[in-house]
C-alpha cells in the first residue's frame, strides 16, 4: 500500500509546499508550515458530511436544494445559462440594517452565499456581527423584513453573548438565536432546526470536524470545516458570515486560507487605539471592492459614521483652528465616496546614507519617490534627514492623488511652515515635480466645501472645475506648491 503523502501548508497565507521549511516562500511567515495528511484512497467528498445530515432530517430538503431539479441524486447538471435561477431571485437581498456594512456587502447579504469578515482580534467583529444579527432579527425602522438569525459563537458563551447584546441593544432581538458550540455536526443540526436566514459563525477557526484527525484550528479543520459550510449554505439558500481573525503569528490557521472559497471577504481594519473602523471588501462576487465601510467604536458598539466624514480631521471648522505644521488635509476617494484624510510629515536628525524612511497608513515607495522629487525639484537637502509619514486615523491611503498633500506636509515638516487653515490640496506628482490631473476632481472639492475647507490646491489643467463653493487653487508644479507653505 502506499504511504500516505503528507504536504506542508503556510497557516498564514495557505501556500502549499512538498517539504517542510521554516520560513513560507511565499508569503515570509517564518515557523508557518504545517503538515497536512493527503488521503489519496479515502476519497472523502467534503460534501458528503453536511448533505448527509441535512438529508437525513427529512422532508424540508427538496425544497431546500438549489439543485432540486437535477433529479434523485442531487447532482448538479449542466442547463443553460438562462435557466440557471435557483430558489432565491439572485436580485433578493438581505439587509442588514447597518449601512455601511451593506454598502461594502454590495446591498446586503445575498441568499446562498458565504462572507469572510477578517480583522485583528479585539478589532469589533463580533461586536458588527452581533448588532447586524441583532437589527436583523427585529423590525427595522428603515422597513426591512425580519429574519431569523443564528448566531454560533464558538469562543464566547451564549450567557457572555447576550450580555454584549444587551449592551449593544440587541438582546431583545425576536429572530436572533444563539448558540454556543464548536463541533460543526451539532451546529449544522441546529442550523437545520432554526432554519436561519442567516448564519454567523463567531469564530471559523474555533469550528472542528470529530471525525477529522488534526486539532481544532489547523489548517485542516479550517479548510474542512469551511467547505462544508460552503456546501451548507449554497444547498440550504442560508446566507452564512463566517468571522475570522488574522493571525501575525501562533496556532491558529488564518482567514487568508478561506478567501478562494467563499464568495464575499471584507476585512475590518484601524487601529485598535484609535476609535474609528473600516470596513474594506477584498473579494466581492456580488458587488465592487471599491467601498468601504466607515465606523466609529464607542461604549455601545459600533457607530456608523454617515457618508464621508473626515477621518482624523474634523474637530470643528477647518477654517477656525491654528496651522499646523507639516499636516495637509486631501481629500481621499474610496470607492464612491471622498473622505478627507489628515496626512502627517515630520523630519528628524539623522546620518547620511542610514536616513529612515517609515510611513503608517501611507506606501513607503510612494514616500521615497516624492522625497527625491522633493531634492531634485524643490533643493531639499533630506539626505541625513530621517523622514516619518503618517495618515491620521488609521485610513490607508494608497491613491496617487495624495501625492501633492504628503509632498507638502514633508517640506512644511522641514521648514516648518503650514497651509494656511482650511486649505487642502490634492495632486499626483510626477518625477518631473510636476503636479498632474486626478480623477472625480469634482466630488473632492464639494466634499472639502461641504466640511468646511475653503480653499483646495489642485493641479492647475483642473481649475476649470467649480463645485463646493470652495476655492479651487492652481499648482503647476512642486515649487509653486510649497510656496503655498506660510
Ligand atoms: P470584539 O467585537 O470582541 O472584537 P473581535 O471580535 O474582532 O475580536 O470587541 C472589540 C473591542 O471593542 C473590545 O476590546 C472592546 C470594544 N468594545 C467597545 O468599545 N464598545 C462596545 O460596546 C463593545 C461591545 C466592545
Ligand atoms: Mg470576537
Not at 242 to 252: D, P, S
Not at 315 to 320: I, K, M, R
Not at 338 to 343: A, D, I, K, S, Y
Request: charged share 20%; glycine share 12%.
Amino acid at each position: 500500500m502506499a504511504k500516505p503523502r503528507e504536504v506542508f501548508v503556510c497557516r498564514t497565507c495557505g501556500a502549499v509546499q512538498s517539504r517542510w521549511l521554516g520560513k513560507c516562500p511565499d508569503c515570509g511567515a517564518w515557523d508557518s508550515l504545517e503538515g497536512e495528511r493527503v488521503e489519496k484512497s479515502a476519497g472523502r467528498d467534503p460534501q458528503r458530511g453536511v448533505v448527509e445530515a441535512w438529508r437525513a432530517s427529512g422532508a424540508d430538503v427538496a425544497e431546500l436544494m438549489v439543485e432540486a431539479k437535477a433529479g434523485a441524486a442531487g447532482a448538479p447538471v449542466a442547463v443553460p445559462i438562462a435557466q440557471a435561477a435557483g430558489k432565491q431571485s439572485p436580485a433578493r437581498r438581505l439587509v442588514t440594517g447597518i449601512g455601511e456594512l451593506d454598502r461594502v456587502l454590495g446591498g446586503g447579504l445575498v441568499p446562498g452565499s458565504v462572507v469572510l469578515i477578517g480583522g485583528d482580534p479585539g478589532i469589533g467583529k463580533s461586536t458588527l456581527m452581533l448588532q447586524a444579527a441583532g437589527l436583523m432579527g427585529t423590525a427595522g425602522t428603515s422597513g426591512h423584513e425580519v429574519h431569523r438569525v443564528l448566531y454560533v459563537s464558538s469562543e464566547e458563551s451564549a450567557e457572555q453573548v447576550r450580555m454584549r447584546a444587551a449592551r449593544l441593544g440587541a438582546a431583545a432581538s425576536p429572530g436572533l438565536f444563539v448558540l454556543a458550540d464548536t463541533n460543526l455536526a451539532r451546529i449544522v443540526e441546529q442550523t437545520r432546526k432554526v432554519a436561519p436566514g442567516v448564519l454567523v459563525i463567531d469564530s471559523v477557526q474555533m469550528i472542528y470536524k470529530a471525525d477529522l484527525d488534526a486539532a481544532p484550528g489547523s489548517v485542516a479543520q479550517l479548510r474542512r470545516c469551511a467547505a462544508e459550510l460552503v456546501y451548507l449554505a449554497k444547498l440550504s439558500g442560508i446566507a452564512v458570515v463566517l468571522v475570522g481573525h488574522v493571525t501575525k503569528e501562533g496556532r491558529l490557521a488564518g482567514p487568508r486560507l478561506l478567501e478562494h472559497l467563499v464568495d464575499a471577504v471584507l476585512y475590518f481594519e484601524g487601529d485598535r487605539y484609535h476609535a474609528h473602523r473600516i470596513l474594506r471588501g477584498v473579494k466581492n462576487r456580488f458587488g465592487t471592492t471599491l467601498e468601504i465601510g466607515i465606523f466609529e467604536m464607542t461604549g455601545s458598539g459600533l457607530k456608523e459614521v454617515p457618508g464621508g466624514l473626515g477621518v482624523g480631521v474634523l474637530d470643528g471648522d477647518p477654517s477656525a483652528r491654528e496651522a499646523k505644521v507639516g499636516a495637509v488635509v486631501c481629500p481621499v476617494m474610496t470607492g464612491t465616496r471622498c473622505v478627507l484624510v489628515e496626512l502627517q510629515a515630520l523630519t528628524a536628525t539623522g546620518f547620511i546614507g542610514a536616513a529612515k524612511r517609515k510611513s503608517s497608513g501611507l506606501d513607503p515607495n510612494r514616500l521615497a519617490m516624492l522625497i527625491a522629487v522633493l531634492e531634485q525639484h524643490a533643493g531639499l537637502r533630506l539626505a541625513d534627514r530621517d523622514v516619518f509619514a503618517s495618515s491620521v486615523g488609521g485610513l490607508r491611503v494608497g491613491e496617487p492623488a495624495a501625492d501633492l498633500p504628503l509632498l507638502m506636509a514633508i517640506a512644511g515638516a522641514h521648514h516648518r511652515r503650514a497651509v494656511s487653515p482650511g486649505t487642502a490640496a490634492v495632486g499626483e506628482v510626477g518625477l518631473g515635480g510636476e503636479v498632474r490631473a486626478v480623477t472625480q476632481i469634482e466630488q473632492r472639492l464639494r466634499e472639502a466645501g461641504r466640511l468646511g475647507f475653503a480653499r483646495v490646491l489642485v493641479p492647475a489643467s483642473q481649475t476649470n472645475v467649480k463645485a463646493g463653493g470652495v476655492e479651487a487653487v492652481p499648482v503647476k508644479t512642486v515649487s509653486q506648491a510649497i510656496e503655498e507653505l506660510a
